[in-house]
Nanobody, 115 residues
């Protein structure tokens, strides 16, 4: 099992920045990749960004300019730096781990952007 603890969400004004953090514990060896997803009420969860065990990064097209994912998949937290936030970025953000064919999710952290 892999446990994920997220932090860093909150309320920010439009144009502001936030940094989300995700710390993994448990069976963290052989993690294939980590990432961030977000979900609004009534909508499907969507990919924000992910990073592979080799350090390659992938972003949703609409977020690649404003968001940056970084970190070590196992030894250190994985971060999502978000800048120039917009009201439409308001969502619950979930940390995700893919390991050995299994998916693991954090509990989610709320990001709210006021206009």
């Amino acid at each position: 099992q892999v446990q994920l603890v997220e932090s860093g969400g909150g309320l920010v004004q439009a144009g502001g920045s936030l940094r989300l953090s995700c710390a993994a514990s448990g069976r963290i060896f052989s993690i294939n990749g980590m990432g961030w997803y977000r979900q609004a009420p009534g909508k499907q969860r969507e990919l924000v960004a992910r990073i592979t065990s080799g350090g390659a990064t992938y972003y949703a097209d609409s977020m690649k300019v404003r968001f940056t994912i970084s970190g070590d998949n196992t030894k250190k937290p994985v971060y999502l730096q978000m800048k120039s936030l917009k009201p439409e970025d308001k969502d619950v953000y979930y940390c995700h781990v893919f390991r050995g064919g299994d998916n693991y999710w954090g509990q989610g952290t709320q990001v709210t952007v006021s206009s």
